[in-house]
Nanobody, 125 residues
Framework: QVQLVESGGGLVQAGGSLRVSCEAS????????MGWFRQAPGKEREFVAS????????YYADSVKGRFTISRDNTKNTVYLQMNSLKLEDTAVYSC??????????????????WGQGTQVTVSS
């Protein structure tokens, strides 16, 4: 079993940048395909980005493509989400998730086995 802890959230102005991190413990991160999801108040959880076990295969939601970058550092057991050109609509709780069975990046939340508690990202005007 793996434990996931997110960090790096905060308040940022529209157009700014922020990097959130997800540190894994208990198991080696390279055993998992990793994903980032977000949930805004009153809305359903939505997929943001995913990176496959090999670290090369990546998949992004259309709403963040070109602005967000997912990466993984298996030596640090950490996955990152670099967020640039932030918009008001990016405000949400961002959670990371781990899928031990799937090799490639994907957006299917139900396939992720483990989830972190989330970190709040607030974009102000």
């Amino acid at each position: 079993q793996v434990q996931l802890v997110e960090s790096g959230g905060g308040l940022v102005q529209a157009g700014g940048s922020l990097r959130v991190s997800c540190e894994a413990s208990g198991r080696t991160l390279s055993d998992y395909t990793m994903g980032w999801f977000r949930q805004a108040p009153g809305k359903e959880r939505e997929f943001v980005a995913s990176v496959g076990k090999n670290g090369v295969d990546k998949y992004y939601a259309d709403s963040v493509k070109g602005r967000f970058t997912i990466s993984r550092d298996n030596t640090k057991n950490t996955v990152y989400l670099q967020m640039n050109s932030l918009k008001l609509e990016d405000t949400a709780v961002y959670s990371c998730a781990a899928d031990q069975h799937t090799e490639v990046a994907h957006r299917i939340g139900g396939l992720y086995d483990y989830w972190g508690q989330g970190t709040q990202v607030t974009v102000s005007s």
